[in-house]
């Protein structure tokens, strides 16, 4: 529904004539497409492909319309919705048997390079026809193939998706080739239909890393693998999110049912296992080791006046309060695989490099953080630059100079036949969609990132917060949410595939603004899940982007973000709530008093509904460590590891390494066996007569007769020559 537009009529009609028209000399004209036999369908198909290797780009256009009709189901045949959808995926998986993919891939890198040797602009939607008619069959095939459901098309939906991911004319694979173009359009290729890339791309992050559900199980088969205890939530649900704040609108989504013996008092409590309501909120609280740690140094020097350090087990002189704490801490200590990742960087930078091993858990992300990071700040910039396009409200519009032009893709050649009221209608939603598909993108590539390792979600954070993405995800809620969330730009008898079966009445104001219908401003509407969607990754992104970075926490104050995330309270949808709450929370020490005396019901809400670190004080508490000043220093240290870890792992992959950091002497198995030699050779040793004959039973018995820390040995050589080098 979301990938063509709306006048999409015409253009279909057009691919079902283009087919008959190229098979009616044909004796097997395939008029009835369900009644011809498997071989008789690929044999029509084989034909269509040979289309392709004419030269002529008319064949080409005519070879991409008769498929895509196929894809489509071949609606003409069809009489109803259901029976067009289970034609066009068995459509999609014969098609795929045949050999279209690799054809089809070639055709749109050819048209791309064609568009980037003409440098061709766009004003319309009929300069880009090419292009759109090659997106809209690959999008057709990983939609449907996507979706089947059946043990049958499981081999095949795994196939098709590898294929996806494997190299493909000079690009890693099609997520890096669909970066390109997204890349090409912000340098001013606007021929490109963004919208369709930006889908494309969002759904082959779905297709080949995974979904937010294959994250979570991912996560707990990781945390298994690193050895680390499995974290068990609560049982919650969205009733006891749902009242945060008495929502505006109570009555636009409906809130769960609850049983009518658990009255308003339990509304908040988890169902323990023998289905009562037990005294619990839900979600568990957490520890880290820095916390426990922490703890007992503050009362080891307040109780004996001495210190530990890295020691947590020792209670010897302890209160017995204190040692309860301590135990209470240690019950709810959690250690992420990020912790993990960490220390073994710690571990390889003092490791010889024939001994180093790279960690990381997930290879598909591996493989797609490998192919972007010599380019990852212009592809993020890029992406970024998309959203802001998108997500610009009208009273920010003028405000915004040098923005991309999105709406080429939607606009007709020739305007004055069409409704103005229908055309604003296409392009708010237009934009709506490449809000949805960008914001889904980063929050995937972010998630996935952090699931493979910690450090590639610190380097694409990093590139994302210097991008200015913090002020790009205020500004966009900076509107009215309730109208943004509740927009009327959808018509459902409009979109494809329902327009192919219904012919819509002429346009009347009526059929989208029912305001004529309901005068009454407080008449509660229906939520548009497309923008409560988009709203939702904004708001998660940006918590992901200032969680566990107090600098870039306080960047929200310097913008102005309270009043902002307060309005975006009026959304009525527990998760806007949660994140929105999680966002205070991380910055609720830096508003003031004042404002923590205003808002009392904030903070309150955040202690009902919001997951709390054990000894974080984070409403009152003032931490050393978030000094404004010192908030591009801490920046400057995360930037340092990074290029430490992109010079360990991904040296290979950057043309200059001029800019990467030299790896420690240490760890470089060529420098240390030529500072061993240079010292061998410095060194003047007066060796015994009986040195030589003895020489071999020596190694015998003291070299290879015994086991060794070598590694150990080289550090103390190591130690040595820094010394000799002071003096």
Request: aromatic residues 10%; charged residues 25%; contains cysteine.
């Amino acid at each position: 529904k979301q990938w063509y537009q709306r006048r999409v009529r015409a253009g279909d009609l057009q691919n079902c004539q283009n087919f008959y028209e190229n098979f009616e000399s044909n004796s097997k004209s395939p008029e009835n497409w369900q009644s011809l036999s498997e071989s008789d369908k690929k044999r029509t198909i084989h034909e269509l492909f040979e289309l392709f290797e004419q030269k002529d780009v008319v064949h080409h256009s005519l070879g991409t319309q008769c498929l895509l009709y196929i894809l489509q189901g071949k609606y003409n045949e069809c009489n109803t919705l259901a029976e067009c959808l289970d034609s066009s995926t068995k459509n999609a998986f014969l098609v795929y048997e045949c050999g279209f993919l690799p054809i089809l891939l070639k055709q749109i890198h050819n048209q791309l390079q064609e568009y980037k040797a003409e440098f061709r602009q766009s004003d319309n939607v009929e300069t880009s026809c090419a292009m759109r008619m090659l997106l809209n069959a690959l999008y057709t095939m990983m939609c449907l193939i996507k979706a089947a459901e059946g043990d049958e098309f499981q081999e095949k939906r795994t196939t098709f998706f590898k294929e996806l991911a494997e190299p493909m004319h000079g690009y890693a694979n099609l997520g890096l080739f669909m970066l390109e173009m997204i890349y090409s359009f912000e340098k001013g290729l606007s021929i490109l239909p963004i919208k369709k890339v930006c889908l494309i791309f969002w759904k082959y992050l779905l297709s080949t890393l995974g979904s937010m559900n294959d994250i979570a199980r991912r996560k707990a088969e990781i945390r298994a693998e690193c050895g680390l205890p499995e974290w068990v939530e609560p049982k919650d649900t969205p009733t006891a999110y749902w009242q945060v704040l008495q929502p505006q609108f109570p009555d636009r989504i409906p809130p769960p049912e609850v049983p009518e013996e658990e009255g308003d008092n339990t509304s908040l409590l988890c169902p323990s296992e023998d289905g009562e309501a037990s005294r619990r909120l839900p979600w568990k609280p957490k520890a880290r080791q820095a916390d426990i740690e922490l703890y007992l140094r503050t009362c080891r020097k307040k109780f004996l006046g001495y210190q530990l350090d890295g020691d947590t087990s020792t209670m010897v002189g302890l209160p017995e309060s204190i040692q309860e704490g301590v135990k209470i801490l240690q019950q709810h200590l959690y250690v992420s695989h990020g912790d993990i990742a960490m220390r073994h960087e710690e571990k390889m930078c003092n490791t010889p490099k024939r001994n180093r091993e790279i960690l990381f858990h997930h290879p598909p992300a591996e493989s797609l953080y490998r192919a972007m990071l010599p380019k990852m700040e212009d592809y993020i910039i890029a992406l970024l630059k998309v959203l802001l396009a998108s997500a610009s409200t009208p009273l920010s519009k003028a405000k915004t100079s040098g923005s991309l032009n999105i709406l080429a893709d939607v606009l007709p050649e020739d305007p004055n036949p069409v409704e103005p009221q229908r055309l604003q209608k296409d392009l708010n939603r237009h934009k709506e969609i490449i809000t949805k598909a960008v914001s889904a993108s980063l929050l995937l590539l972010l998630k996935h990132f952090r699931l493979n390792h910690v450090y590639q979600f610190e380097f694409i954070s990093q590139c994302m917060f210097y991008a200015n993405c913090i002020p790009l995800v205020l500004k966009f809620l900076n509107q009215d949410m309730n109208m943004y969330v509740t927009a009327e730009n959808s018509i459902p008898s409009l979109d494809f595939p329902t327009c192919l079966f219904f012919i819509p009445p002429p346009y009347r104001h009526s059929i989208i603004d029912t305001q004529d219908i309901l005068p009454d401003e407080a008449a509660p509407k229906a939520m548009c899940w497309r923008n409560l969607f988009s709203t939702i990754n904004m708001l998660r992104i940006i918590q992901k982007l200032t969680k566990w970075r107090p600098p870039r926490t306080m960047m929200l104050n310097v913008f102005k973000s309270p009043p902002i995330l307060k309005k975006t309270l009026k959304i009525s949808h527990w998760m806007v709530h949660l994140y929105v709450l999680k966002l205070f929370k991380l910055q609720a020490k830096y508003l003031g008093k004042n404002w923590r005396k205003a808002n009392m019901k904030i903070l309150s809400s955040i202690y009902q509904h919001v997951r709390h670190r054990l000894l974080d004080d984070w409403a009152y508490g003032s931490d050393l460590d978030t000094r404004q000043w010192e908030a591009p220093t801490e920046e400057q240290k995360l930037k340092a590891t990074l290029q430490m870890y992109h010079a360990m792992w991904y040296r290979d992959l950057f043309p200059d390494t001029s800019q990467l950091p030299d790896l420690p002497q240490h760890i470089d198995d060529e420098a240390t066996t030529d500072d061993v030699q240079k010292f061998i050779d410095e060194c003047d040793v007066e060796l015994p007569k009986d040195f030589e004959s003895n020489y071999q039973g020596w190694l015998e018995r003291e070299v290879y007769g015994k086991q060794h820390d070598w590694d150990a040995l080289l550090e103390r050589f190591n130690t040595k020559l820094d010394c000799g080098s002071q003096s």
